[in-house]
């Protein structure tokens, strides 16, 4: 079975089974992926069911559910779909990287695998999409996430950001209002946790975020 034989749901199914581990080391639930979709727990359990039943997956009852070595390689496919149509779609097509998420979403599950290919090489074979996740390779190979959250790092230190969640499209538009993007550097000059606020400083100004926002960003050292 290639990914392309699967089903819509399947294949959303597989990518955020995979997505939720890649920059956390906590496995994905039925609740917190029913939670994810809109959908009622019941429904995600049926689906994971029948993934059991294909060999893509293993899962406990109430525990957390684990790729297999098909389920994973599949996984991986779709991701590298969606990360490559994004990549596209801003660097060519024009859109925002907030504008890009719904849209590939929907282009992921249409797209040939030959146009994948045509894709990745008039891009130059990227390695990280527009919020800098990694790009996995055309033999299905993962690249390993660098970074910390920012909410990790130690006041005083000059990072550079290396990914961006691109969970909420409003953030991003307000990250790019602040010049926050991938590759800004920047200095965490002080986290107040019982404010909940953590106080960057840019290259004329500082700026605090909350800490949905603090959470969103990951970085390295400079």
Not at 43 to 61: E, N, W, Y
Not at 85 to 95: A, N, S
Not at 116 to 134: A, M, Y
Not at 182 to 207: E, F, Q
């Amino acid at each position: 079975m290639t990914v392309s034989e699967l089903t819509t749901s399947a294949q959303d199914y597989l990518k955020m089974i995979w997505s939720a581990t890649e920059w956390s080391e906590t496995p994905i639930t039925v609740s917190a992926m029913a939670d994810r979709l809109g959908v009622k727990p019941s429904t995600v359990s049926d689906g994971i069911r029948r993934l059991s039943k294909q060999g893509l997956v293993t899962h406990a009852p109430y525990g957390s559910i684990e790729l297999t070595a098909a389920g994973r390689e599949h996984a991986v496919q779709m991701v590298r779909r969606h990360r490559l149509l994004e990549t596209f779609l801003v660097e060519v097509v024009g859109y925002g990287w907030d504008e890009v998420h719904d849209e590939a979403e929907i282009l992921e599950h249409a797209v040939s695998d030959r146009l994948i290919r045509r894709i990745d090489e008039k891009l130059g074979h990227p390695t990280r999409d527009p919020h800098g996740d990694p790009i996995p390779s055309a033999n299905g190979h993962p690249h390993t996430p660098q970074g910390s959250p920012l909410t990790s790092v130690s006041p005083d230190r000059t990072v550079t950001i290396t990914r961006i969640s691109d969970a909420d499209p409003e953030m991003l538009r307000y990250f790019t209002e602040l010049g926050l993007a991938p590759d800004t550097r920047l200095t965490v000059v002080a986290h107040r946790p019982y404010a909940d606020v953590t106080t960057i400083r840019l290259s004329d100004r500082d700026v605090d975020l909350g800490p949905s926002a603090a959470e969103a960003i990951w970085v390295i050292a400079s």
